[in-house]
């Protein structure tokens, strides 16, 4: 089978991690959500903080912790006069994520995978939502929040990852013009979802 490449965008909340991961297990092949900016760090000789840090954060939110940071980088990048940069932590990412795609079929979690991958040529981009409803309840669960907070959580989350995305893409964080395939986890639930997508997968690689 040809190497291929699934990107899943989400919103907070939608089951998009789980949904993933679960992909991968029955498709045998590597999901990289965390692992990516383990893998990073790896690569670069940087501490995964720095990484993690800036985790789907756009480069203006970030000049307190690239301060705070400073002393992690220095020697990458030769003394203290030159801090790191979430624009230059995003190029190595991307580096790392395109290097990935193209030694192994895998799934890519978020951090405008769909578009760093965007001339991969077999390319599979999904952007997965559901109801509100199912998203703060599904937080409440996760996280042990009452029901405002975890609105007002996914509501700080879905921001943050459309300003980080919008940012560094030509595209938009959640329009279905950006991805191949837009589904509602609400309606077939989790498993339905997996097997939506794990057929749909299956039809497009052939």
Same mark, same amino acid.
Request: hydrophobic fraction near 25%; proline fraction near 3%.
């Given at each position: 089978m040809k190497k291929f490449v699934i990107s899943i965008g989400r919103q907070l909340g939608s089951g998009g991690k789980d949904i993933a991961e679960e992909i991968g297990r029955r498709l045998n092949i590597s999901v990289y959500d965390k692992r990516l900016l383990e893998e990073a760090a790896k690569e670069s000789g940087l501490d995964a903080t720095v990484f993690e840090t800036a985790d789907e954060k756009e480069s203006n939110t970030l000049l307190g912790n690239i301060l705070a940071l400073r002393d992690s980088v220095a020697d990458y990048f030769g003394? /203290? #006069?030159n801090c790191m %940069? +979430? #624009?230059?932590?995003f190029f190595i990412q991307s580096e790392v994520m395109r290097n990935i795609a193209a030694r192994e079929s895998?799934?890519?979690v978020g951090r405008c995978s769909e578009y760093v &991958?965007?001339? /991969?040529? +077999? &390319?599979? +981009?999904?952007?997965?939502t559901a109801d509100m409803q199912d998203r703060i309840s599904r937080t409440m669960r996760k996280d042990n929040l009452s029901e405002e907070k975890a609105k007002a959580y996914i509501e700080r989350g #879905?921001?943050?990852?459309? +300003? @980080? /995305? #919008? @940012?560094? %893409?030509?595209?938009e964080w959640g329009n279905a013009k950006s991805y191949d395939l837009c589904i509602n986890s609400s309606r077939l639930g989790i498993d339905g979802t997996v097997d939506f997508i794990c057929e749909y997968v299956k039809r497009h690689i052939k």
């Open positions: 003394g /203290h #006069d %940069s +979430s #624009d230059r932590l895998c799934i890519m &991958l965007r001339e /991969h040529p +077999s &390319l599979i +981009s999904i952007f997965i #879905d921001k943050r990852r459309k +300003s @980080y /995305h #919008d @940012y560094y %893409s030509t595209t």
